[in-house]
């Protein structure tokens, strides 16, 4: 017969049994330990999803157009993610600004200047362009904002369903936050017939549409 391998394991005497004795100890705290770290892992929650938005890498003012130098992407949980959030640089590179940005801003669709009147906007509404009696209410005004419209030279409100598209961004080297005439407009969204009545009744038909714009309670 063929001696057993490891004679020092596998042998009769006393300290062959004690070691063993050893060895199995050490097996079966190796296996509790394995087994408590797939219990940590199953119980323990994956990370959360990340995503890449689009953030300001330098402060932008509002109006600026957009090139590759003034943007860059992060990593956020998506969970954090803000909604409307870009999450590619093209879609930004190029478009005019509504509102400041800070550095590390994230950059959202409602920050953009709309291509045209009719981007994003909710289904039943049109948009409507009107100069404001205050230009400088356009800096307190913001993208998704419900506002009531009143005619400029006062008297009851012209529409109450109304909500901020976009401000027209002050022109560059121009002071106060004016337009280069002196005049600051709003875009609009409202139903078809408080635009009518805003066009009706803004106090005359023979120039601009110009209103005083208010900003609503939260609907």
Request: net charge neutral; aromatic share 2%; charged share 15%.
């Amino acid at each position: 017969m063929s001696p057993l391998p490891f004679p020092a394991l596998t042998g009769p005497g006393r300290r062959s049994r004690w070691r063993r004795s050893l060895l199995r100890r050490a097996l079966t705290a190796g296996c509790l330990v394995g087994a408590g770290w797939l219990v940590v892992l199953e119980v323990r929650p994956p990370p959360p999803p990340i995503a890449r938005v689009v953030t300001a890498a330098a402060p932008v003012e509002a109006g600026a157009v957009l090139t590759a130098d003034d943007l860059t992407t992060s990593a956020l949980p998506a969970d954090d993610v803000q909604p409307g959030a870009l999450t590619s640089l093209d879609d930004a590179v190029g478009r005019r600004t509504s509102s400041t940005l800070a550095v590390g801003e994230t950059l959202t669709r409602t920050r953009l200047v709309p291509r045209s009147p009719a981007e994003g906007l909710p289904a039943g509404l049109v948009a409507l362009h009107v100069l404001l009696a205050d230009p400088l209410a356009a800096d307190v005004l913001h993208p998704g904002q419900g506002v009531v419209v009143f005619p400029a030279p006062g008297g009851p409100a012209l529409a109450r369903a109304a909500s901020v598209l976009a401000t027209d961004p002050p022109a560059r080297g121009t002071v106060a936050g004016l337009g280069a005439d002196g005049t600051r407009g709003v875009l609009l969204a409202l139903p078809p017939e408080e635009a009518e009545d805003v066009l009706a009744g803004h106090g005359g038909l023979d120039g601009p549409v110009v209103v005083n714009v208010v900003a609503a309670a939260a609907r």
